[in-house]
């Protein structure tokens, strides 16, 4: 969400739109197992429904992922979340948060990207310590004029922005809800309210390694069952 490497035209073509509409109701599915269907009372799932309207995703498949992860309707696919580590090109530290409904098959090919690229995919924990778990939330807001105040208002740690007219707000996992209810509170229009990682220290490469880091973290974005990429990148 945010991150430097993501480029904002790559869902132009109809393909990756279809891919997109695909990871967008997978995400409500798990939303709705994990919290229940209603969005009211799960603010992880009214999130989600936001993110895919947002997205041009068509009112039936919306519906019907919060059927399918609210078990309402004959479901035989169930997707479970898993995360994989390791290393990409010129040792940049990488986590993959997956959603899958075969393991075997995710992390088979998370492997493989990893090997394509010039990394290796590690054990767990081997990565994990170079980043802090935090609480994301970020947002837009017509008149920003001084985001450290926003931020202490809201109770969040820190503040980074804007990027695109989108700031984002780091804070405690636990206190991931309140930041983003607060902000709300205070006219922001709220795109991502998430678990993340944040990198401690930022790998130092020139443009031409970035160049090539990025392009594997793409290829790790557009993989069918990753859901979110992190990298100890800015």
Same mark, same amino acid.
């Given at each position: 969400?945010?991150?430097?490497?993501?480029? @904002?035209?790559?869902?132009?073509?109809?393909? +990756? +739109?279809? @891919?997109?509409?695909?990871? =967008?109701?997978?995400?409500?599915?798990?939303?709705?197992?994990?919290?229940?269907?209603? /969005?009211?009372?799960?603010?992880? *799932?009214? *999130? @989600?429904?936001?993110?895919?309207?947002?997205?041009? %995703? /068509?009112?039936?498949?919306?519906?019907?992922?919060?059927?399918?992860?609210?078990?309402?309707?004959?479901? #035989?696919?169930? $997707?479970?979340?898993?995360?994989?580590?390791?290393?990409? /090109?010129?040792?940049?530290?990488?986590?993959?948060? %997956?959603?899958?409904?075969?393991?075997?098959? !995710?992390? !088979?090919?998370?492997?493989?990207?990893? %090997?394509?690229?010039?990394?290796?995919?590690?054990?767990?924990?081997?990565?994990?310590?170079?980043?802090?778990?935090?609480? =994301?939330?970020?947002?837009? +807001?017509?008149?920003?004029?001084?985001?450290?105040?926003?931020?202490?208002?809201?109770?969040?740690?820190?503040?980074?922005?804007?990027?695109?007219?989108?700031?984002?707000?780091?804070?405690? /996992?636990?206190? =991931?809800?309140?930041?983003?209810?607060?902000?709300?509170?205070?006219?922001?229009?709220?795109? #991502?309210?998430?678990?993340? $990682?944040?990198?401690?220290?930022? #790998?130092? =490469?020139?443009?031409?390694?970035? @160049?090539?880091?990025?392009?594997?973290?793409?290829? *790790?974005?557009?993989?069918?069952?990753?859901?979110?990429?992190?990298? !100890? *990148?800015?």
């Amino acid at each position: 969400m945010g991150k430097s490497w993501k480029n @904002a035209g790559k869902m132009a073509t109809a393909q +990756k +739109k279809g @891919a997109r509409f695909t990871k =967008l109701a997978r995400e409500i599915s798990v939303a709705a197992k994990l919290g229940g269907p209603d /969005p009211d009372a799960n603010s992880r *799932l009214a *999130l @989600a429904i936001a993110q895919a309207r947002a997205a041009s %995703c /068509p009112k039936d498949t919306i519906e019907r992922a919060i059927r399918k992860g609210a078990g309402s309707e004959d479901e #035989t696919t169930h $997707y479970e979340e898993t995360t994989y580590e390791g290393f990409g /090109p010129y040792q940049v530290g990488v986590i993959v948060e %997956c959603q899958t409904n075969n393991k075997n098959r !995710t992390v !088979t090919e998370i492997r493989n990207l990893f %090997c394509k690229h010039g990394g290796q995919m590690s054990e767990s924990g081997s990565v994990a310590w170079m980043f802090d778990r935090v609480g =994301l939330v970020e947002g837009k +807001k017509a008149h920003v004029d001084d985001p450290e105040e926003e931020a202490i208002e809201a109770g969040a740690n820190e503040v980074v922005g804007p990027n695109e007219d989108m700031y984002s707000f780091y804070g405690s /996992p636990e206190d =991931l809800d309140g930041i983003r209810r607060i902000l709300q509170d205070r006219g922001w229009e709220i795109t #991502t309210a998430e678990l993340s $990682y944040q990198p401690k220290n930022i #790998t130092q =490469l020139n443009k031409e390694q970035e @160049a090539e880091v990025y392009k594997f973290l793409e290829a *790790l974005e557009d993989s069918d069952d990753s859901h979110r990429v992190h990298a !100890t *990148l800015p």
